[in-house]
Every structure is written in structure tokens, then in C-alpha cells.
């Protein structure tokens, strides 16, 4: 009799050890997706705020832009890379010369949106774009391709759109100056 009480109370603390197990798996993940959730709110929350306060030039080779003097910049030859708090939000980058639009669109993506942007000393396009690829959860990025003339020169200011608004992104483009080298 005592063994056999022994050995039901031995089977119950097993299954309820491994329902604890399998029950806390999906909180925590939950829990981590609340995280990350929470964790882009307050990047968000933080470069539209910045973003109108202090700023800091970055320059390149034939544009000059500002960001908030809060992202970390990190530069490359005619690039640089936007973080806040070591999470990447954005690049600028300087692409291959094309007369097209089409002709710098990013491989494996699928564009949502186009539209032209006015009353800027060259032509720009904002494009929204998500991702095309399987193996990777859908990413939705906000393009600004800006066709530097004068220069023959292009260059792609993109963010994540989850984690940079439309408005932060627009103030960074207004700010954009050429730059006059010879």
C-alpha cells in the first residue's frame, strides 16, 4: 500500500514538473514578445521625440544630413548607420548612379507604396517596401531615394518602419543639403 501511494505520488509530481514545463514555455514567450513589443515602442517613442530637439550633421560624400544628436551614428565610406540604444533603426547609403527609380529598388521586396516628395533642391521618392523573402519574418521599411543631379549620385535613407515614423523620417529629408565639392 505504501508503495503503491509512493509511486502515484511519484507520477503525479512528474506530470505536474512537466506540465509546468510545457505551461511556462508559451508564457515566456509571450512574456519576450511583450518585451520586444515594448522595447520598439520606446525606440519609437525616443526618435520622435529626439528627433525635433538637438541634432547632429552627418556628411558624406555628395549630402549632408541631421539626425538627432542621440542616435549613434556609425560611419562607412559614403554611409552611415543609425542605432538608438545599440538597436540599428536605420542607414543611409550611397548607391550606384541610375536614372530610375526602378533601377534602385531592393531585391526580394515588394513596394506598398510610392510616391514622390516635393519642394527638396533634388528628386526624391519615399517608398515603402516589405520584405519578399521565406525564411524571414516580414520587414516593413520606408525608403527615401534621393537623385542627386548635379552629382550623379543616388542615395537610399531607409529605416525600419516599426521603429522610425513617417514625420522623424521627412524632418531628416528636409534637412538634406548637397554638397558642393569639386
Not at 528627433?51 to 552611415?80: M, P
Request: with cysteine; net charge negative; charged share 25%.
Amino acid at each position: 500500500m505504501k508503495i503503491g501511494i509512493m509511486i502515484s505520488s511519484l507520477l503525479l509530481i512528474m506530470t505536474v514538473i512537466s506540465g509546468c514545463g510545457n505551461g511556462s514555455s508559451p508564457n515566456k514567450k509571450v512574456g519576450l514578445e511583450k518585451n520586444t513589443v515594448n522595447e520598439n515602442e520606446k525606440i519609437m517613442n525616443h526618435t520622435n521625440e529626439s528627433t525635433a530637439k538637438e541634432t547632429q550633421e552627418v556628411l558624406l560624400d555628395h549630402l549632408k544630413i541631421k539626425v538627432s544628436s542621440q542616435w549613434s551614428v556609425n560611419k562607412g565610406i559614403d554611409s552611415a548607420a543609425f542605432s538608438i540604444k545599440g538597436k540599428s533603426v536605420g542607414i543611409i547609403e550611397g548607391l550606384a548612379y541610375a536614372d530610375s527609380l526602378e533601377a534602385v529598388l531592393p531585391n526580394q521586396s515588394i513596394v506598398t507604396d510610392k510616391q514622390k516628395l516635393t519642394q527638396l533642391p533634388f528628386d526624391a521618392y519615399q517608398v515603402t517596401t516589405s520584405s519578399d523573402t521565406v525564411r524571414s519574418k516580414t520587414k516593413t521599411e520606408t525608403h527615401i531615394y534621393m537623385f542627386i543631379e548635379p552629382k550623379k549620385a543616388v542615395y537610399d535613407l531607409h529605416f525600419d518602419a516599426n521603429l522610425v515614423d513617417e514625420t522623424t523620417i521627412l524632418q531628416i529629408v528636409r534637412s538634406a543639403e548637397i554638397v558642393h565639392t569639386e
